[in-house]
């Protein structure tokens, strides 16, 4: 058993890797019936500072969180209530 999923392992691609270490990292909460994401998506957003920043915490602070979306249909709620 344990042969048969290392070998698994080794033949999956680098990509289908890197899915499976983001659902495993970022796992998506959607509600039964709406059609999930991969991985969750956060928005951001940011205002333009009006002079040039080179402190990244000038640009941390001016930040604000938005939400985060786990299905399609929690998208387009999102963007359509901006």
């Given at each position: 058993?344990?042969?048969?999923?290392?070998?698994?392992?080794?033949?999956?691609?680098?990509?289908?890797?890197?899915?499976?270490?983001?659902?495993?990292?970022?796992?998506?909460?959607?509600?039964?019936?709406?059609?999930?994401?991969?991985?969750?998506?956060?928005?951001?957003?940011?205002?333009?500072?009006?002079?040039?920043?080179?402190?990244?915490?000038?640009?941390?602070?001016?930040?604000?969180?938005?939400?985060?979306?786990?299905?399609?249909?929690?998208f387009w709620r999102?963007?359509?209530?901006?």
């Amino acid at each position: 058993m344990l042969k048969d999923l290392t070998l698994a392992f080794f033949l999956q691609s680098d990509y289908e890797k890197s899915i499976a270490k983001s659902k495993s990292t970022f796992p998506t909460e959607c509600p039964e019936g709406e059609h999930a994401l991969e991985t969750p998506w956060t928005f951001w957003f940011d205002k333009k500072l009006a002079h040039n920043v080179t402190d990244p915490n000038d640009y941390v602070v001016n930040l604000q969180y938005h939400g985060t979306v786990h299905s399609v249909e929690q998208f387009w709620r999102s963007i359509h209530n901006c």
